[in-house]
């Protein structure tokens, strides 16, 4: 847009030169001097003052068509109606204004350098930041992952914890079940051994107490023996049967006392593992109390940082729109200062020699 005003401008001030050279033209031709001559008493010049004052006029449109500055070609034209002084007043004024514009040039580069440079700094500072809070933003996602499957994890082994301890209670009822059946038998099997040894140890008691009568010579109470029968006797194989039951016995005993010992060790186990069990769901509980306290914190640092990531990306694209829109307004100060400088002063230099001219005369041109 201001190179487009530009060439707009410049096409305008071409247009008003020429048309303010052909005035100058029609203004400056004999017939009309003679017409001015006659009709405000101007009064005649030297040919020196004349000279000096087409020098000075020449060297104003040699300014004017360099410059494209239309004043300069008006200056030009009045340089033949107007005293020296008020065009040297003129000449003066332009000079300033020249100087002015050569000012308000410089001001505006490091106006805009100093933009630029702001900008370019703050627009990298924002891209960093933006790469921070990115890799911020991946960091805690991939944290959060970690935890959502470390609780998964830890809920899968409480569980299972659980259930390991529902099955061990459930075989501790079944061998306590089978401990009990176990103790019952043997305990069963006793009494009956016992009461058919005691049956046994009464009457081979009996027997052998008659017999040792006998032998001390003394008559068994009744009537003898009949004939034919033979002196009963204590049986040969009674020994052995009741060691065999005493042995049973001492067996079912030993069975009794085994399982009983198997039965603590079991339940003492049991114990143990349910204490071991209950620890390890009690700290695996807190773990996921932990984590999942630690993974809500990661969350809402994700959100807040999603949040100033979203903030960052709109400062970052009111930069860039500050960039562009400096570069609309800079890029053409820039790209021409030096030229623009240049030119400036080859129009004050310009505006000088022809004042240094004009200063060489003594006398006005049209003086009243």
Request: net charge negative; hydrophobic share 35%; charged share 35%.
């Amino acid at each position: 847009m201001t190179d487009q005003e530009f060439e707009e401008r410049t096409k305008t001030r071409q247009e008003e030169i020429q048309a303010v050279s052909q005035a100058l033209a029609i203004l400056s031709s004999d017939d009309a001097h003679d017409t001015f001559t006659s009709t405000f008493n101007f009064v005649q010049v030297s040919h020196k003052e004349e000279s000096k004052r087409q020098s000075a006029e020449k060297i104003m449109y040699r300014v004017a068509k360099a410059s494209g500055n239309p004043r300069v070609a008006t200056l030009a034209t009045r340089m033949r109606l107007d005293g020296f002084k008020k065009v040297t007043e003129e000449i003066d004024g332009m000079i300033a204004d020249l100087k002015k514009e050569k000012a308000d040039d410089v001001k505006m580069k490091d106006f805009c350098v100093e933009a630029l440079h702001k900008n370019e700094v703050e627009t990298e500072m924002k891209k960093r930041d933006i790469e921070a809070l990115e890799a911020k933003i991946a960091d805690l996602a991939a944290h959060i992952d970690e935890l959502t499957k470390a609780i998964a994890t830890l809920n899968a082994e409480v569980e299972e914890t659980h259930m390991m301890v529902k099955r061990a209670g459930e075989d501790r009822e079944l061998e306590n079940k089978d401990f009990q059946q176990v103790v019952a038998d043997q305990r069963e099997t006793q009494q009956l051994l016992s009461k058919a040894l005691n049956v046994l140890k009464g009457f081979y008691d009996k027997a052998f107490v008659q017999a040792e009568h006998k032998a001390g010579g003394k008559q068994p109470a009744g009537p003898p023996p009949p004939p034919g029968f033979k002196e009963y006797k204590k049986s040969s194989g009674s020994g052995g049967v009741m060691g065999m039951l005493e042995q049973i016995i001492s067996e079912t005993k030993t069975m009794e006392a085994d399982a009983v010992k198997a039965e603590t060790d079991a339940q003492k186990a049991y114990e143990a593992f349910i204490k071991d069990s209950n620890a390890s769901i009690e700290d695996k509980v807190r773990a996921i109390t932990n984590k999942s306290e630690e993974k809500a914190g990661a969350e809402q640092d994700k959100v807040s940082t999603e949040q100033e990531l979203a903030t960052a990306l709109n400062e970052l694209q009111e930069l860039m729109n500050e960039n562009a829109d400096l570069h609309k307004s800079c890029d053409f100060t820039l790209d021409n200062f030096d030229a623009r400088q240049a030119a400036l002063d080859q129009e004050m230099d310009g505006l000088r020699e022809a004042k240094s001219v004009l200063a060489g005369s003594s006398l006005g041109f049209l003086q009243k």
